[in-house]
T-cell receptor, first 115, second 113 residues
Framework: SAVISQKPSRDICQRGTSLTIQCQVD?????MFWYRQQPGQSLTLIAT?????????ESGFVIDKFPISRPNLTFSTLTVSNMSPEDSSIYLC????????????FGPGTRLLVL | AQSVTQLGSHVSVSEGALVLLRCNYS??????LFWYVQYPNQGLQLLLK??????LVKGINGFEAEFKKSETSFHLTKPSAHMSDAAEYFC???????????FGKGNQVVVIP
């Protein structure tokens, strides 16, 4: 398995501001992912963060709104830019640990409330 | 687009009774299938996964799930519910084995003493 931590665990932000969420893994991993879990909804994949290359975004998500960094094999950040109340969600980081690509391990999530 | 359907956002079950959570998926190819559990204020924890081996998959905490291709289903069961099973359960599909998971909306399980 993998031990994943996220900072902050929760935050309350004003609209129009930006928040950067950090994800730290206890071992080197190939792929890291960012998900959003809106209230009452399922998890939705935002993007895949690969070390040494730009993140790959899913349909409906753009780099200007959710810039991602992946400076090394154990760390990634997701920024939620120019926030609005609709961005209030839980943001989760996950990693692929197994080379077979079959299992993802998830962090505890960051609970964001935008006022 | 791939989709996962979990019916009934809230599921109540008596302690000691059968837990049954239904999951149906849409996929044009045999997928990888997962059940995750999320306890309050914690991250998602993998319960079990199907990766084209045995169709009956056993996971942690006494849970198991059966892959039925003809029904495009991957229902989760546990013979006897325990109070500690109270959590939210998510079914997820990875159709192409590239880790781009599609999740269902989840089932919030409440165990009644």
């Amino acid at each position: 398995s993998a031990v994943i931590s996220q900072k902050p665990s929760r935050d309350i932000c004003q609209r129009g501001t930006s928040l950067t969420i950090q994800c730290q893994v206890d071992s080197q991993v190939t792929m890291m992912f960012w998900y959003r879990q809106q209230p009452g909804q399922s998890l939705t994949l935002i993007a895949t963060a690969n070390q040494g290359s730009e993140a790959t975004y899913e349909s409906g998500f753009v780099i200007d709104k959710f810039p991602i960094s992946r400076p090394n094999l154990t760390f990634s950040t997701l920024t939620v830019s120019n926030m609005s109340p609709e961005d209030s969600s839980i943001y989760l980081c996950s990693v692929e640990k197994d080379r077979t690509g079959e299992t993802q391990y998830f962090g505890p999530g960051t609970r964001l409330l935008v006022l | 687009a791939q989709s996962v359907t979990q019916l009934g956002s809230h599921v109540s079950v008596s302690e000691g009774a059968l837990v049954l959570l239904r999951c149906n998926y849409s996929s044009s190819v045999p997928p990888y299938l997962f059940w995750y559990v999320q306890y309050p204020n914690q991250g998602l924890q993998l319960l079990l996964k199907y990766t084209s081996a045995a169709t009956l998959v056993k996971g942690i905490n006494g849970f198991e799930a059966e892959f039925k291709k003809s029904e495009t289903s991957f229902h989760l069961t546990k013979p006897s519910a325990h109070m500690s099973d109270a959590a939210e359960y998510f079914c997820a599909v990875d159709p192409y084995g590239n880790n781009r998971l599609a999740f269902g909306k989840g089932n919030q399980v409440v165990v009644i003493p």
